[in-house]
């Protein structure tokens, strides 16, 4: 206590001193006094409350404990006064026992004489019964049934309770009424019957599928009855319980995988569409019957049953177990599309379970999905190696066939603007298109996969391609009477080549996501480069035909005869022509650049006649002849070849230049400007080199020792830089073989 006061004067002091900081706050000390005397006074008062509330509890608790005390005092004597009273009474319980058998046996008499009609009565009864069962009234003979199972219940019941050992008897009532059970079987058979059809009966009778569902619904009741009745006396009667609910279900379940089953009319031997057929059939079944099994087939039951969601359920595993039939089997690849697609597509689609007759009862989203995982993987599989081998073999067969027609006599079609053409890229293309479509169907996955598939192999056969097109121009160049029409299925070939191009960028442009284009657009630079190079050699087969039949006409250019008056250009300009009236049939992209190479090959022989020094002029009167009719020549072929490649927008005059340039240092008169024209030559044309000029100067006739000796040494200097837009002419010239110690001679 003394710590106590302590701590209390310490807080006061410390409180006090709180209050009196400042002088003028001594003024206030008897106000201080009087607030603190109120909130003593009221902190007393609360104290005092609740030191006497607390004592009022305590004086109840002790007044309820002295009369609990009291209270168990009284029991415990009840208790003894009880125990006194039973013991008096065992006596009397025993002497009782032959009033409890009396009781119990006139329980029994009492079933017995109620029952005793129906006990003699039961053969008519159960004729009876069977007469309604085989007129199918049902609920009338189930009603006779329920007696006969009634009377028979409740003397087997009676009997067991006065002696459960007692089999003799048991077996005598149970012989006595044994039709009862096979009445039962015979009901239950029509029930099944009943249910079995009831996606018919229910549109037709109605009333008779209600009446079914009242019988089960009875017997269900009686089901509850006896088993909660075998909890407390442990009798059961024969037969029971019928669990006809569950049997019913079981029916209504075999009911539906023997329809699913039942829908194939068809195998692959008979119909090719057999499995089309198969899988249509099921949708139309399936649908119609959950459509009448919402709409007619509910109001039959009654809620509990939930009859739709079980039917429903029933209908999607018995198409999941058909489906992983149908899978199991060795399916073609035409066939393995028309199964994913319905699976994965048609049976969540309008057309099946999202049909507004079914919504909002089904809810897709929940169905578990009809295959797999790793079964529908495998079927992807199995497609896409028997699609990768039909694939080889379509496109093997579309080419050999197309090389039949390389041989035919007469020439290939023609498209809208007039191009030659064959059918293979329509072919190739229709059938890429064909299986993408199918594809398309299954899965965007599938689709990718296919499309990627598709340009794989389309490399694959473009490279055959190239190759049978090589073969077919050696093949012609050996014998160039066969085949008829070379020149004009050539140039189909050429142009396939384009109609490949862009058939690949449609067929991407059309089955390719954005997202995974890049990887797949990897093959296209490989294509385009193979393509380029079929027309390539295309055009090369094309224009060695022309220099063929230019051969003879070419050699007479710069010889004595040329000089005489040959009208050798004449001819070559003719049959160049001649030939481009057919090369109009080739697509401008290749065909402008087969303009241009004829160009550069035609003026690169014409200076391949220079540098071979068939001619030797020996007066400058033969040099202006034969440099001026070198530029007239020039010109004609510079007129022939604006005239062929009008409309490609190109200059195509620097190619006959060269010939003029030429022509300029052969004609020119004073040999001491000779080396500047040839050094201005050398300048324009960077790749022509000494033997070249060596060859122009013999050509010439008339230059010095020293002027050669002197031109030759400035050209090893080093030779000019070429631009980049330079086409190279004398580079693939050869001299025939002249050292130059010869031509300094």
């Not at 599928?209 to 619904?217: A, H, M």
């Not at 050696?474 to 160039?480: D, G, I, P, Y």
């Not at 393509?531 to 004595?560: P, R």
């Not at 005869?561 to 300009?573: E, F, H, T, Y």
Request: charged share 30%; glycine share 4%.
């Amino acid at each position: 206590m003394k710590e106590t006061d302590r701590e209390a004067v310490a807080t006061a002091v410390q409180r006090v001193a709180g209050m009196l900081q400042r002088p003028d706050q001594l003024d206030k000390v008897e106000q201080y006094r009087r607030r603190e005397a109120r909130k003593k006074a009221s902190v007393e008062a609360r104290l005092k409350a609740a030191i006497q509330s607390q004592l009022d509890g305590v004086r109840t608790g002790l007044s309820q404990l002295h009369n609990a005390l009291n209270d168990v005092k009284d029991i415990q004597q009840s208790l003894a006064d009880v125990s006194k009273d039973w013991r008096q009474s065992i006596n009397t319980i025993e002497s009782l026992k032959d009033v409890k058998d009396a009781v119990v046996q006139h329980s029994q008499l009492a079933a017995a004489v109620e029952n005793l009609k129906n006990i003699f009565s039961v053969p008519e009864i159960v004729r009876e019964t069977q007469d309604l069962i085989e007129q199918g009234a049902l609920l009338q003979a189930h009603r006779k049934l329920m007696d006969l199972e009634c009377s028979r219940d409740g003397l087997m019941y009676e009997q067991y309770r006065m002696d459960s050992g007692n089999t003799r008897d048991m077996t005598l009532i149970h012989g006595y009424f044994g039709s009862t059970q096979g009445l039962s079987d015979e009901l239950a058979k029509q029930l099944w019957m009943v249910l079995q059809r009831s996606l018919v009966t229910v549109r037709r009778d109605p009333t008779l599928l209600v009446s079914v569902v009242r019988i089960i619904e009875r017997e269900e009741k009686i089901d509850r009855r006896i088993l909660d009745r075998k909890k407390q006396t442990g009798f059961v009667p024969p037969g029971r319980p019928k669990n006809w609910k569950e049997k019913m279900f079981t029916i209504l379940e075999r009911t539906v995988t023997t329809r699913i089953e039942g829908t194939q009319a068809d195998t692959r031997e008979s119909d090719k569409m057999w499995l089309v057929r198969h899988l249509e059939i099921i949708r139309k079944y399936v649908l119609d019957d959950l459509i009448v099994a919402k709409n007619l087939m509910v109001q039959c039951f009654p809620p509990h049953y939930e009859i739709f969601k079980n039917l429903l359920n029933m209908y999607h595993q018995a198409l999941s177990t058909r489906m992983q039939e149908l899978a199991s089997e060795d399916l073609e690849a035409n066939e393995i599309v028309s199964l994913l697609t319905w699976v994965l597509n048609t049976y969540t689609s309008t057309e099946m379970m999202r049909n507004t007759e079914l919504a909002p009862e089904v809810d897709v989203g929940t169905l578990e999905p009809l295959l797999s995982a790793h079964v529908v993987s495998e079927l992807l599989d199995t497609y896409m190696s028997t699609l990768t081998s039909n694939i080889i073999a379509w496109l093997r067969k579309a080419l050999e066939t197309d090389k039949k027609d390389w041989v035919k006599d007469t020439e290939p079609e023609a498209d809208q603007d007039g191009y030659y053409q064959t059918t293979l890229p329509a072919i190739v293309f229709q059938m890429f298109e064909q299986n993408l479509q199918v594809a398309a169907q299954i899965s965007e996955d599938l689709k990718t996969k296919v499309l990627v598939l598709c340009l794989q192999q389309m490399n694959s056969f473009l490279s055959r391609y190239k190759d049978e097109a090589q073969l077919y121009k050696e093949e012609h160049l050996r014998n160039r009477q066969h085949p008829h029409c070379y020149v004009q299925y050539m140039i189909a070939i050429i142009n396939n080549c384009q109609t490949f191009k862009e058939s690949i960028v449609s067929l991407k442009r059309k089955y390719l996501k954005n997202e995974v284009e890049e990887g797949v657009s990897l093959s296209q630079p490989s294509m385009d480069g193979i393509l380029d190079a079929i027309a390539k050699e295309g055009c090369s087969g094309l224009l060695e035909e022309v220099f063929l039949d230019l051969e003879q006409h070419l050699n007479e250019l710069m010889t004595k005869k040329w000089l005489l008056g040959s009208n050798a250009v004449d001819i070559i300009c003719v049959t160049v022509e001649d030939y481009f009236n057919d090369f109009a049939k080739i697509k401008k992209p290749y065909k402008k650049r087969m303009t241009a190479e004829a160009h550069r090959r035609v003026v690169v022989e014409y200076l391949r006649a220079v540098m071979q020094k068939r001619i030797s002029f020996r007066s400058p009167e033969e040099r202006k002849e034969g440099a001026e009719k070198m530029v007239r020549e020039a010109e004609q072929l510079r007129f022939l070849f604006r005239k062929l490649a009008s409309g490609f927008g190109e200059d195509v005059d620097g190619y006959c230049d060269t010939i003029v340039a030429v022509a300029e240092v052969i004609k020119l008169t004073d040999p001491s400007l000779l080396y500047l024209e040839v050094s201005t030559l050398v300048s324009k044309y960077p790749d022509i080199r000494d033997d070249h000029i060596g060859a122009l100067l013999a050509v010439r006739g008339d230059a010095s020792r020293d002027m050669k000796q002197t031109i030759m040494e400035t050209l090893e200097q080093g030779p000019a830089q070429a631009s980049p837009s330079y086409v190279p002419l004398f580079k693939d010239i050869v001299v025939p073989s002249l050292n130059v110690a010869k031509l300094l001679k």
